[in-house]
């Protein structure tokens, strides 16, 4: 099994930071493309931001040069760099990763249990 943990959700005020964490943990082979999504009450889960073994990323529009995703390999480790916060980003966050599992050798995919961020105007 694979457990992801997000960590570094809060309140803050319009305008202000904050850095999202989120560790994968167990039976991991090699970690694929990692991701965050979010999900404000009463709407869909959408994506945020996603960033690829290689590095490769991806933003949503409404993100974009706002936020910055990384991942440390080494560590099974992505963050998201949440800067210029708007009260339309306050929702939960969820830390998703492809992983190929050590005992079966499958691809499979993972979602963490969620940090809320919340930014008020």
């Known amino acids: 099994q694979v457990q992801l943990v997000e960590s570094g959700g809060g309140s803050v005020q319009a305008g202000g930071s904050l850095r999202l964490s989120c560790v994968a943990s167990?039976?991991?082979?090699?970690?694929?493309?990692m991701g965050w999504y979010r999900q404000a009450p009463g709407k869909q889960r959408d994506m945020v931001a996603t960033?690829?073994?290689?590095?490769?990323?991806s933003y949503a529009d409404s993100v974009k040069g706002r936020f910055t995703i990384s991942r440390d390999n080494a560590k099974n480790t992505v963050y998201l760099q949440m800067n210029s916060l708007k009260p339309e980003d306050t929702a939960a966050y969820y830390c998703?990763?492809?992983?190929?599992?050590?005992?079966?050798?499958?691809?499979?995919?993972?979602w963490g249990r969620g940090t809320q961020v919340t930014v008020s105007s």
């Open positions: 998703n990763a492809r992983v190929l599992d050590r005992p079966t050798l499958s691809w499979n995919d993972y």
């Open positions: 960033i690829a073994s290689d590095g490769d990323t």
């Open positions: 167990g039976s991991i082979r090699k970690m694929g493309t």
